[in-house]
């Protein structure tokens, strides 16, 4: 029925840090697909993996890590053995990325102008003064900044930390990306200004027709912007499903154990639930689910071998032997 087209294919992706005390996995076979207009949350802690997942596909894992498995397809072509300056132009004019902090991201000595006078230039070959400043307008009056000639001349130390956030959104857009990854581009606002952050971008994924991948530890977030979910443990993705499906039918012990400890809106809690035990360690490799010392329905099988991903109703995925009826992925 679906005539829908991938714009990025990730297949078994493995990414490993070689350190001098051990090789640390940072992420462990990841298989994601994300569709043209979708936008698909990355959940899970701190560590499990979700900023990686992005760095990977653009290729800026950081020193002494590397991708030693898998293949990235962006729009069909393989990322991982793509040349540099191949995947420099890919950086920025098809795949943009929106930082956690604007305030590193932005060039403090440059004004605002000149920052999108740069990326507009270079990404859409405009170097004429006024069609340039024209463009700059558009951007900034895109994130719904009021005062966009104003704003043009200042510098990122002069913008509340929501402007700057509103600055890096529309250098982001302004090469018209096909995908757009938001590695928690709210954490550093306060809580209004982090839901107008959010609703811009949803707007403006819909009205640009660009594919987003959001990046949060926040279920509430991804709850009110994704399509869908994956939710991520130890460098795996270990649930994937649509947003309403996911919050509905959590199959995953780890998933049903975020979801509760995430209150519902109108739910009184005195305090929040924590899912008890600590993430493995990943200098360490484990034969079976990583999850399986913290899981309350933890069987023989789940330490001895890794479980199979199965599709359990359409488009529902879940690595769990408890859906998998103990089959394993690695024989
Ligand atoms: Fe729990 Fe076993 Fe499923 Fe892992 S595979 S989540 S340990 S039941």
Same mark, same amino acid.
């Given at each position: 029925m679906s005539a829908r087209k991938p714009v990025l294919e990730i297949r078994g992706l493995r990414t490993?840090?070689?350190?001098?005390?051990?090789?640390?996995?940072?992420?462990?076979?990841?298989?994601? /697909?994300?569709?043209?207009? @979708?936008?698909?949350?990355?959940?899970?802690?701190?560590?499990?993996?979700?900023?990686?997942?992005?760095?990977?596909?653009?290729?800026?894992?950081?020193?002494?890590?590397?991708?030693?498995?898998g293949s990235i397809k962006y729009k069909g072509i393989e990322l991982t053995t793509l040349d540099l300056d191949r995947m420099r132009s890919v950086r920025g004019t098809e795949i943009s990325m929106i930082f956690q902090d604007?305030? /590193?991201?932005?060039?403090?000595?440059? /004004?605002?102008?000149?920052?999108?006078?740069?990326?507009?230039?270079?990404?859409?070959?405009?170097?004429?003064?006024?069609?340039? @400043?024209?463009?700059?307008?558009?951007?900034?009056?895109?994130?719904?900044?009021?005062?966009?000639?104003?704003?043009? @001349?200042?510098?990122?130390?002069e913008l509340s930390g929501g402007m700057k956030q509103r600055v890096m959104i529309a250098l982001a857009l302004s090469c018209s990306p096909s995908m757009l990854i938001a590695d928690e581009p709210t954490t550093a606002l306060d809580v209004t200004i982090q839901g107008q952050i959010l609703k811009l971008l949803k707007a403006l994924v819909a009205k640009t027709g660009s594919s987003m991948m959001l990046i949060t530890h926040n279920l509430g977030i991804v709850a009110e912007t994704c399509d869908r979910i994956c939710v991520m443990y130890a460098g795996r993705i270990v649930e994937d499903a649509e947003t309403f499906e996911l919050f509905e039918h959590p199959r995953h012990p780890y998933t049903a154990g975020l979801l509760t400890a995430f209150p519902k809106l109108g739910e009184k809690k005195d305090e929040l639930s924590v899912i008890k035990?600590?993430?493995?360690?990943?200098?360490?490799?484990?034969?079976?689910?990583?999850?399986?010392?913290?899981?309350?329905?933890?069987?023989?099988?789940?330490s001895k071998h890794r479980p199979s991903r199965v599709e359990i109703s359409r488009g529902h995925y879940v690595s769990c032997h408890l859906w998998s009826g103990g089959e394993p992925s690695d024989g």
């Open positions: 490993q840090f070689f350190l001098r005390e051990g090789i640390v996995t940072a992420l462990d076979g990841i298989d994601l /697909t994300i569709y043209e207009n @979708e936008s698909v949350g990355i959940v899970g802690e701190t560590g499990c993996g979700k900023s990686m997942t992005a760095y990977s596909i653009l290729r800026l894992v950081p020193h002494p890590g590397r991708i030693t498995a604007a305030s /590193t991201a932005l060039d403090p000595v440059f /004004t605002v102008g000149s920052q999108l006078d740069e990326v507009i230039s270079l990404h859409q070959g405009i170097y004429e003064k006024v069609a340039l @400043e024209k463009k700059v307008v558009e951007a900034l009056e895109l994130v719904r900044i009021a005062a966009p000639k104003e704003v043009m @001349e200042m510098y990122p130390h035990g600590t993430v493995p360690d990943l200098m360490n490799p484990f034969k079976g689910c990583p999850f399986v010392d913290r899981c309350g329905k933890a069987m023989d099988v789940c």
